[in-house]
């Protein structure tokens, strides 16, 4: 194992400051700059090989689920504790929106207590800033609609050139004054809120499923019942599945015919509640796919399953690539075996292409990943990001507008650019442990959605 021999080493992880004192196992910070280190962030995280892993890791809580509840519950007539959450940027991002919009939005040890106002939600008179948090700003916007004023919602240069306009679209059709400030369809947004009309509208289903996420959740609060047509195939269809799930549990039900059809009856009300948040089978894929790459045994804690979250489904993706797969009521054991290329259709779990694109690399034939033409509008051009970084890692690669073809090459050391993109960082961190000198730039934007992501990582070793 390989030892840091410094005798102390600081880490800075967003405001949290820590030392550390060698031997540092596993994760080396390293410093590209002569300004002096200290209270400074490592500029970049080099992984160190591993030979087979044999550990237990507990998967952090559902973002997904997370930021559903926390805006549901915002919408109930009473207060709700939102147990087991995840406490990462995004979903700061979304209880400090709430509370710009007058609900009370409080983090206990372990959950967030949330309590609408008495009165009808008002629009803020400042801006809202939601970063690059996706499912944030698209369920903001709906929200907004329900809320008295105008309300203007903005993100970082990322969410600045990701696109809504189909769900501008679709909510002007139900009635909404709602535009993209640049006329490009991306926001900044200007939303008049007060109230919506409802109605029968159609959406485009083949960018992302947060759009429709966003206007079933909050239906139940417009004027009229509202009906909901996909235009052509809806994408990422288990992301819907957890709406659903999320608002049954908040009593209210929606009907959906085949996905193609969504109705939603007027007057019902969320009922305050506790919820539990379950484990994220997303942040679950890196410790499975560690198991695959390093040929050991990882048993990953804190899963249902049973879940209707597509990205469970991953660990069957592993088995197909020659892994052995053991379900339990709470967990999943992956023991890794000699990996094989598959050819596999992501759709129905796109936010786990990237740690299977990683994993293909220390497979023996080529992988074809299809389905994936939305990650092209996620936290970066994942498809092109993907590329260029397995390429730079000795792989042949093609790439199209939905696929990508990976061939295991000749291996060399790089560092990973990560676009900012939290799965970027911790989905190559796992070619680092098969390959010598990997080293990942820009290791906090994991905060995103797993902020103890490289602690976690780092304790496989131990």
């Given at each position: ?7 102390k ?22 410093l ?37 509840a ?22 700061h ?14 983090k ?5 207590r ?29 929200f907004?609609?329900l ?15 990701r ?61 009229q019942?509202?009906q ?12 819907i ?16 015919n ?8 007027a ?9 539990r948040?379950?484990?994220?089978a997303?942040?679950?894929s ?5 198991a ?21 489904k ?6 197909q ?6 379900k ?34 220390f ?20 498809i092109?990001?993907l ?24 291996y ?33 934007c ?14 496989m070793y131990?």
């Amino acid at each position: 194992m390989f030892a840091f021999n410094s005798s102390k080493i600081l880490i800075h992880k967003q405001a949290n400051r820590r030392q550390v004192n060698g031997p540092f196992y596993g994760i080396v910070p390293v410093l590209k700059s002569n300004i002096s280190p200290i209270w400074r962030p490592f500029q970049l995280i080099e992984i160190k090989t591993s030979g087979p892993l044999k550990t237990t890791v507990k998967t952090p809580p559902s973002k997904s689920y997370t930021n559903r509840a926390l805006l549901i519950a915002a919408l109930a007539e009473g207060e709700s504790v939102v147990e087991n959450p995840l406490f990462s940027d995004d979903t700061h991002f979304m209880c400090q929106a709430l509370k710009d919009y007058g609900v009370s939005a409080e983090k206990e040890e372990n959950a967030f207590r949330i309590k609408r106002p008495e009165s009808q939600l008002g629009a803020p008179q400042n801006e809202i800033y939601v970063g690059n948090a996706g499912t944030t700003m698209r369920f903001l916007t709906t929200f907004a609609c329900l809320a008295k004023g105008e309300s203007k919602l903005t993100g970082d240069e990322r969410m600045l050139e990701r696109p809504i306009g189909d769900l501008l679209a679709c909510l002007q059709s139900l009635g909404v004054n709602a535009k993209a400030d640049l006329g490009n369809q991306c926001p900044p947004l200007t939303i008049q809120g007060g109230s919506v009309r409802g109605g029968e509208a159609g959406l485009a289903g083949n960018k992302s499923s947060q759009y429709l996420t966003s206007v079933l959740q909050c239906a139940p609060y417009f004027d009229q019942d509202t009906q909901i047509n996909i235009v052509g195939e809806l994408t990422s269809k288990s992301y819907i599945d957890i709406t659903l799930e999320v608002m049954a549990a908040f009593g209210v039900s929606i009907e959906n015919n085949d996905y193609r059809q969504f109705s939603v009856k007027a007057g019902q009300k969320y009922k305050p509640r506790v919820y539990r948040v379950e484990g994220d089978a997303s942040s679950a894929s890196y410790f499975i796919a560690a198991a695959a790459v390093s040929g050991g045994e990882v048993t990953v804690t804190g899963l249902n399953p049973n879940s209707v979250q597509g990205d469970i489904k991953f660990a069957d993706v592993m088995a197909q690539m020659g892994c052995e797969v053991e379900k339990k009521p709470d967990s999943i054991i992956v023991r890794g075996g000699p990996l094989k290329g598959i050819h596999v259709d992501m759709n129905n779990m796109p936010d786990t292409a990237q740690t299977l694109a990683v994993a293909a690399l220390f497979a023996e034939g080529e992988t074809v990943i299809t389905g994936i033409a939305n990650l092209k509008i996620k936290e970066t051009d994942r498809i092109e990001a993907l590329a260029t970084e397995l390429s730079r890692l000795g792989a042949e690669v093609k790439a199209g507008s939905d696929f990508l073809l990976i061939k295991p090459g000749k291996y060399r050391s790089a560092e990973i650019e990560t676009y900012n993109d939290h799965r970027m960082a911790m989905s190559f961190a796992l070619a680092g442990l098969k390959i010598p000198g990997i080293q990942i730039k820009n290791p906090q934007c994991v905060g995103k959605s797993f902020p103890d992501f490289f602690d976690r990582f780092q304790e496989m070793y131990e």
